[in-house]
């Protein structure tokens, strides 16, 4: 993850008490819950990606049911454990496998059909201190205006995440040139709310034409599309909110697209889900793309 994963704060510690725990998990749940609630009526992964649902909201219990915050506590801790397990795993990655690997990730990504035929694409600029799959190479590609003969063609339209706060809001600014973008308070590369020309940077949630493609970055993934963020909700949020929109104007819903590293891959069941995590269509490893969704099956042929 890009931005997101400086902005987080920690799940409470043990040495608090189990009540104050328990009421924190339950509010946090309940105000994304609400969000899931205007998106979509859930349904566990396994019938959505059978059923080609392009609303594939990962979830394991309906909105209308009572939400147990001890179970949720078990889930949250869970997950901790994975992340500080695949954090640990990240920071011992040899450095020449690293680079091995986010080379084929980013020759795969621009060699790919559903890449070439975007027009407008949603993808994370990459912060080697949280040691997330490259992308400089994909945003370098994006932001040139000549194909590989030289050729001009026309600039796909990139937008790229910006942090509102710590309560999960984030927007997606236009970016022209990589001079659009400004380190921020954790030195971390993120969109200006003005381009380098004085302009201000359009949203996408104000754009007038569909994303085509979302490229996510994430701390974890299984073959059934679950996806292991920092703990933010940052990313789970505004998809959401992005899938909200997308119906409502009756465009076709963005293919959604992780990049990770081998090691990132974990067996099935290893990533507990909550009423508000969202699943990806396909992921890209240095093996290849792996499509889960039936709409990712449909664009990789």
Request: charged content about 25%; overall charge neutral.
């Amino acid at each position: 993850m890009s931005a997101i994963g400086s902005y987080i704060q920690e799940w409470p510690a043990q040495s608090q008490t189990m009540f104050r725990h328990c009421k924190t998990t339950a509010t946090r749940v309940i105000r994304k819950a609400k969000e899931v609630a205007l998106i979509t009526h859930p349904r566990p992964l396994a019938l959505s990606a059978l059923s080609g649902d392009v609303t594939r909201t990962v979830v394991t219990m309906n909105k209308d049911d009572a939400i147990d915050p001890q179970h949720l506590d078990a889930i949250f801790q869970q997950k901790q454990s994975l992340r500080s397990k695949v954090r640990k795993d990240l920071k011992n990655m040899d450095p020449v496998q690293r680079i091995r690997e986010d080379n084929a990730i980013q020759n795969i990504v621009l060699e790919s059909p559903w890449f070439k035929a975007s027009k407008s694409l949603c993808a994370y600029i990459s912060c080697a201190t949280l040691r997330e799959v490259d992308t400089s190479r994909i945003v370098s590609e994006i932001l040139s205006n000549q194909d590989n003969e030289g050729n001009a063609q026309i600039r796909k339209k990139l937008y790229v995440p910006r942090v509102e706060d710590r309560n999960s809001n984030m927007r997606m600014l236009k970016i022209s040139s990589v001079d659009d973008l400004i380190t921020n308070s954790m030195n971390i590369l993120e969109p200006a709310l003005v381009d380098s020309n004085g302009n201000e940077c359009d949203d996408v949630m104000q754009a007038s034409e569909p994303v085509d493609l979302f490229i996510l970055p994430g701390l974890a993934f299984d073959r059934s599309g679950r996806r292991l963020g920092r703990s933010g909700g940052y990313y789970d949020l505004f998809l959401m909110k992005y899938r909200k929109l997308a119906q409502e104007r009756e465009w076709k819903q963005p293919l959604l697209v992780a990049l990770a590293y081998t090691l990132q891959f974990v067996e099935e069941g290893a990533i507990p889900v909550t009423p508000y995590d969202v699943a990806v269509d396909a992921v890209v490893s240095p093996s290849g793309f792996v499509p889960i969704s039936p709409v990712a099956l449909e664009r990789c042929d």
